[in-house]
């Protein structure tokens, strides 16, 4: 069988690795690995880690990059690949503009595609934007939709799908997390190896969503600023995002504050074992809703809405909107009152149990690709 992954972005090449692995070792499946390549830095950050050699490589990133322009280089760059290679079965993850584009020029060339982490939805087609927007236009091109959970697959039987293209696999970065997190890791970057995770109190803290860009980036980051100013034992992490206009808010915020760290984004191992090792996380990124719960971490997401309400349902996640006092008030009773913390500080794992990638590709062993 000849199946063909695509994906661009760092998210989704973490979630696609272990899919990509497991396909490896899978004698029956020829797969073509293709990036759009809508991150560069980013996503090759994940590429060595896993040690993935794409065999086709868009290369379609540009600096400050509009949506449409994402849209247009990777659908047209898509369509003479999809002609060459005519895979049976076309496999893109999650909800980016590369999503999107994939699974429209898989479409055009009438070709089955997969849509792995299927059916989240936050009901805001605004928020995530656009993400709320390509996860739900993906759904319909799809013809297997991989739902992470029952919540999901819900979602999707709501929206008429029908339900044997329904598949409830677990995420895949539920996989890449087991994969990369160790007992006893060095970083073998000084910085993160001499903090003293015993005594101090570690907050986690990444941003990127546009429609947080702008006056709810600046609340969350002057919130959580006051916070670290406010208690000696805390020590602020924050690997940032390449996006120019999160460092401009970022160093505007937070100038001058020794207690805050904010370093180039880091490696996926480092970066997981760094969750590991924090106090809590604070973030409007999904992946990392993801996997603060599976470590046991409170996540504040600082979000109006969220298409992954079972970490919140399970109590390790906290919905604080982008509302400065709302942040500050949550923050300050996590830190200071240890009752509250315990409370939600619990190891659960919504998301899946590591076997993810096992399922999806048995799944599409099983099935017809022929369109
Ligand atoms: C994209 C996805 C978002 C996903 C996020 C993960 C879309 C519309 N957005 O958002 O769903 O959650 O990735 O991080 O698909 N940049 C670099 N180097 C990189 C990556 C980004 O310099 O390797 C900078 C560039 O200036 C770029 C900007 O970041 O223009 C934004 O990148 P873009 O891919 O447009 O959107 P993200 O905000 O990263
Ligand atoms: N991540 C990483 N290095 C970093 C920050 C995040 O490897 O410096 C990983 C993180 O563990 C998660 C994924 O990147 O798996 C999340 O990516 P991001 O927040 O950019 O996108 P989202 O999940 O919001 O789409």
């Known amino acids: ?102 699974a429209l020029a898989a479409f055009y060339q009438k070709v089955k595609i997969g849509h792995v982490e299927a059916g989240l939805r936050s009901g805001n087609i605004y928020s995530p934007y656009p993400e709320e927007a390509n996860r739900k236009l993906t759904g319909i091109l799809a013809d297997f939709h991989f739902a992470p959970t029952k919540m999901n697959k819900n979602n999707l039987l709501q929206e008429g799908y029908p339900e044997d293209k329904i598949f409830i696999t677990g995420n895949t970065v539920i996989d890449a997390l087991q994969y990369a997190v160790k007992k006893g890791y060095n970083f073998k970057i000084p910085q993160l190896d001499d903090m003293d995770y015993e005594n101090k109190k570690v907050i986690l803290i990444t941003a990127h969503r546009r429609e947080n860009i702008g006056k709810p980036m600046e609340n969350i980051f002057s919130a959580v600023n006051k916070i670290v100013l406010k208690y000696n034992d805390v020590e602020l992490v924050f690997p940032i995002h390449l996006n120019p206009k999160v460092r401009e808010i970022a160093y505007k915020e937070f100038n001058g504050n020794d207690r805050v760290h904010i370093i180039e984004p880091l ?105």
């Open 267 to 371: 490696d996926y191992e480092p970066f997981t074992n760094l969750m590991a090792r924090s106090h809590l996380v604070v973030t409007d990124s999904g992946g990392l809703q993801e996997e603060a719960p599976s470590l046991g971490k409170p996540v504040l997401v600082v979000r109006e809405e969220t298409e992954r309400p079972e970490g919140i349902e399970a109590g390790t996640a906290k919905l604080v909107g982008t509302d400065y006092n709302n942040i500050y008030n949550t923050l300050d009773i996590l830190i200071s009152d240890h009752k509250e913390y315990a409370k939600i500080a619990n190891a659960i794992n919504p998301y899946g149990d590591g076997k993810a990638s096992e399922r999806i590709v048995d799944i599409i062993l099983k099935h017809d690709t022929v369109r």
């Open 1 to 102: 069988m000849k199946v063909m992954t695509v994906f661009g972005t760092r998210p989704e090449g973490i979630k696609m690795a272990p899919i990509i692995k497991t396909m490896e070792n899978t004698p029956d499946i020829d797969n073509t690995v293709c990036i759009t390549a809508q991150h560069r830095e980013m996503l090759d950050q994940v590429l060595n880690l896993f040690n993935i050699d794409p065999d086709v490589d868009l290369n379609i990133f540009k600096p400050g990059q509009t949506l449409t322009e994402i849209t247009m280089r990777a659908l047209q760059g898509l369509e003479d690949v999809i002609k060459k290679v005519k895979p049976d079965v076309l496999l893109v993850q999650g909800d980016t503009t590369t999503v999107l584009s994939g």
